[in-house]
C-alpha cells in the first residue's frame, strides 16, 4: 500500500519532533550538570525553581505552589536555608510574615551563569559549523518559527 501524503507529513512532523526534543535536552545538559553539583533533591530543586521564577513568597504560597504540605515545604526550607541558598525574611509591610527569597549568590548565578551555561553547546556546535551551514540552520528554523506563529 502507498503511504499517502498525510502519513508522509505525519512522519515528518514526528521527526521534528524527536530532533527537537533531542536538541532541546542537549542544550539542557549543562545545565543539569551544575545543579547535579549542588546535590539538591527534587523537592529541592523544584522549590529553588519556583522562587527564582516567582520571586519572594511566603512559605504558605511556596506551599500552594509546590503542592506539598506545610512541614514539608518548611523542612525543605530549612535544608536550603542552611546550604546558603535561601533567606528567609521579615515582610517590610506586614512585619508578622516572612517571605523566602533566594539569596544574592544564587540571584548572581541565574544572572550571569545560567544563561550562559544553556547558550555553550549551541556555540560550540555553530564553531564547528561552516558560514554555509549556520546561514541553513538559522534560515531553517525562522522558516519553522514563521510557518507556526501562523
Known amino acids: 500500500m502507498k503511504p499517502t501524503v498525510n502519513s508522509k507529513l505525519t512522519d515528518l512532523a514526528q521527526e521534528i519532533d524527536r530532533d527537537l526534543r533531542t536538541i532541546r535536552a542537549i542544550l539542557r545538559r549543562p545545565l543539569q550538570a551544575e545543579i547535579a553539583r549542588g546535590n ?8 529553588m525553581a ?26 525543605i526550607v530549612d ?9 528567609r525574611q521579615t515582610d517590610a509591610a506586614d512585619r508578622r510574615l516572612t517571605r523566602i527569597t533566594i539569596t544574592r549568590d544564587v540571584q ?17 556546535a555553530l564553531r ?16 519553522l518559527r514563521a510557518l507556526l506563529e501562523e
Open 128 to 143: 564547528r559549523a561552516s558560514p554555509g551551514q549556520r546561514k541553513a540552520i538559522l534560515r531553517g528554523l525562522k522558516t
Open 40 to 47: 539538591l533533591t527534587g523537592p529541592q530543586q523544584s522549590a
Open 79 to 87: 535544608r536550603l536555608e542552611k546550604q546558603g541558598m535561601v533567606a
Open 108 to 124: 548572581q548565578f541565574v544572572e550571569s551563569i545560567m544563561p550562559r551555561l544553556g547558550v555553550h553547546p549551541l556555540l560550540l
Open 50 to 75: 519556583a522562587l527564582v521564577q516567582s520571586g519572594p513568597m511566603s512559605l504558605k504560597e511556596l506551599c500552594a505552589q509546590l503542592g506539598l504540605a506545610h512541614s514539608t515545604t518548611s523542612g
